[in-house]
């Protein structure tokens, strides 16, 4: 057996998942401010590609996680549970960059339609984040380093 694989990237993956669906949620909305925006002969705010761009951070922490697990060096005949917390935890990462993505996108809206409130709409979004930070720190504590 080849020793290193970890969780077969499961951890990257699907917290990558999330990412792209969630920054797809934001940026369809942030498309459509733009275009009401512009419609109204008014300025399109830029700053709206932050909040399109918030969940992209949480494919960050899969790799890191799965860095993690690789780095552990545990043996291959624990590949199933290194590939079971490896999809646990992309999954709840995902889970995280998604809905941050759908907040992300309301906030674009009511960001576009008044012009005020950004910092709240981004601390609502960096709650969600903190999901996804839990969840990478809590199970590079639980791994345990092998030989």
Known sequence: MVAGFGDMNLSLTFA????????????MAAIGAWKKAFSENK??????????GAPLTQTIYGMLLRNAIQSANLPPESYLYQMIVGAVAGGAMGVSAFFQGKAAARAADAYTETGKGFANYFMVLGIIETVALFVMIFCMFAVPKGV
């Open 16 to 27: 990558a998942i999330g990412s792209a669906m969630g920054t797809g949620v934001a940026g």
């Open 43 to 52: 300025a399109a705010p830029f700053i709206l590609a932050a909040f399109v």
